[in-house]
């Protein structure tokens, strides 16, 4: 398998950047790694404070312990329209099409 396939896979099916470090890129990698890692560590905790907003309704006896109570309650509390990961969803998307197109690219450099 050639060295720019071999990245693209790394990048797109593991994690953004890790197709450069495979390149030994390691500046590019490191940076892409590195906003992809926040970035997932951020909606990873926005999704959990969501799920804990819900879990404490569900305690508290606000909302019925039904799936189609508790689903509808989800979608409400994850489509605001101000939603705070809307950002970071569209910048984790740009490194990771980034990652997959750069090792490519530079991978073929090095075929």
Not at 1 to 21: I, R, W
Not at 42 to 58: F, L
Not at 72 to 93: D, F, G, K, M
Request: charged share 15%; proline share 3%; hydrophobic share 50%.
């Amino acid at each position: 398998m050639k060295k720019s396939t071999k990245a693209a896979l790394l990048s797109a099916l593991v994690f953004p950047g890790v197709g450069h470090l495979y390149l030994k890129r390691w500046v590019t990698g490191s940076l892409l790694l590195s906003v992809a890692a926040v970035l997932t560590y951020y909606i990873g905790s926005v999704v959990m404070d969501t799920a804990n907003v819900v879990a404490q309704q569900i305690e508290s006896g606000a909302v019925a312990l039904d799936v189609d109570t508790i689903t509808a309650l989800v979608v409400q509390e994850s489509s605001a329209p101000a939603r705070p990961t809307n950002l970071a969803e569209t910048v984790w998307l740009v490194c990771w099409v980034i990652g997959i197109a750069g090792s490519f690219w530079q991978g073929r450099e090095q075929d």
